[in-house]
């Protein structure tokens, strides 16, 4: 079965336009952007800002599908709730050069970006970002949010909170156990659970105190 033509999406961001190029290879006919900052931002390179937030709510019965690319984990998923209230059709996209075994479970709203692989038995729910090379190991357990950034590694069985960012390169032990809030620096190689809010960096990984948000 084909997709659907119309896909709306929420965030005119960087990360927009990798979904909008995710939409469009992967059989989406037509990408149309919402995003606040409209009308000071009617296009987002060939694509059209259509309006805002609220008006995508009053739009949402002439798409066919709608997703949020929004990088802040918990507003991505709020505004994936508010939608879902509001009727819209959670798209998931999959790039067609990414590896999604047929006994995974990714759920609507997440992402799937170019050569990341998620393997067997992995449960992702919603509105996860799984980013340009990155891997989910067997029986991986990611819950709503969670972003795992470029090239991190999770190995068999991690467990991931919702909202936790898996920053860019990380490699995390199987088994591990990583809460809810949990930022995991660039590079970082987690061999202990995380609990709920740290932040992890390092070889192994040891708690940072949060400076700042990326
Ligand atoms: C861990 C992280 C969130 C910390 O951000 P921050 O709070 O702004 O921290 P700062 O940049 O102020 O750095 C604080 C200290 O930690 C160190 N540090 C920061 N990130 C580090 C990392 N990944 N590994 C090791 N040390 C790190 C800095 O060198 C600095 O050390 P200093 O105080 O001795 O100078 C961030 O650096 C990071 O790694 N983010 C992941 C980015 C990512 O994957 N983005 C995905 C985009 S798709």
């Known amino acids: ?5 119309r ?5 005119a961001s960087g990360h927009g336009k990798v979904v909008a190029d995710i939409a469009l290879q992967s059989g989406w006919e037509e990408v149309c952007f919402y995003d606040d900052a409209y009308p000071g931002l009617d296009m987002v390179e060939q694509w059209p800002v259509a309006g805002t ?12 599908g709608v997703t949020v690319a929004i990088g802040n984990n918990r507003v991505r998923d709020e505004r994936l709730e ?4 509001h009727g819209g059709n959670l798209a998931t996209l999959i790039h067609p050069r990414a590896i999604v075994s047929p006994f995974a479970t990714v759920a609507p709203g997440c992402v799937v970006v170019a ?7 992995a449960l992702v729910a919603r509105g ?13 357990r990611l819950a709503c949010g969670v972003h795992v950034a470029c090239g991190a590694n999770l190995a068999g069985g991690v467990s991931v909170g919702r909202f ?17 809030g949990v930022m995991i620096g660039a590079n970082a190689a987690v061999v202990r659970d995380v609990e709920d809010g740290a932040t992890m960096v390092g070889v192994p ?3 940072m105190r949060r400076k700042s948000s990326v």
């Open 115 to 121: 050569g990341a692989v998620i393997n067997a038995y």
């Open 53 to 64: 937030f609220e008006s995508l709510l009053r739009d949402l019965a002439g798409f066919d």
């Open 205 to 207: 990984a040891r708690p």
């Open 7 to 11: 896909l709306a999406i929420l965030g």
């Open 164 to 180: 936790t960012w898996v920053g860019v390169g990380a490699a995390v032990r199987q088994g591990m156990c990583l809460g809810e």
């Open 1 to 5: 079965m084909s997709n659907p033509a």
């Open 128 to 140: 996860c970002i799984i980013n340009t090379a990155a891997t989910v190991g067997h029986d991986c």
């Open 82 to 85: 508010t939608l879902l209230e």
